[in-house]
Each structure stands twice: as structure tokens, then as C-alpha cells.
């Protein structure tokens, strides 16, 4: 049985560049914990920024995974 990927995107507010991550439940408890916006690096012009989970992973957001298995 697979496990099933989440798609987390993501666009720097400075510069516009995109990101796009795709990790499991259990990887997204470890790099982002439970909290409602996730940290980002931009990998172009490295500003941090904060964007909200619902924005960033629909569906990890709507499946409220990190509720019921964290």
C-alpha cells in the first residue's frame, strides 16, 4: 500500500517564484508541525515568508489530517 502525497504550493511574495513540495502526512507533521500557516525559504531571493495551509494544501487542510493522526 502507498502512502498517499499531499501537493504543497507555494509563491514568494518578494519575487514571485514557486514552489511545489510533495510529502506525506508524516512528513508534513515533521517539517511543519501543527500550526496554521507554514514557514517558507524562497530558494531565489531566500525571504522568509508565512502562508496559511488551507492556501498552500487544500486538501491536507480539508482532510484536517493533522487533527485526527497528530
Sequence with gaps: MTKKNYEI???CPQCGCSA???LTAEE???KFGDVPN???ECGACMMKYSTPMETACPEWDKECKMKKEG
Excluded: D, G, L, P
Design 9 to 11: 504550493k507555494t509563491a
Design 20 to 22: 511545489v513540495s510533495h
Design 28 to 30: 508534513i507533521r515533521k
Design 38 to 40: 507554514v514557514e517558507m
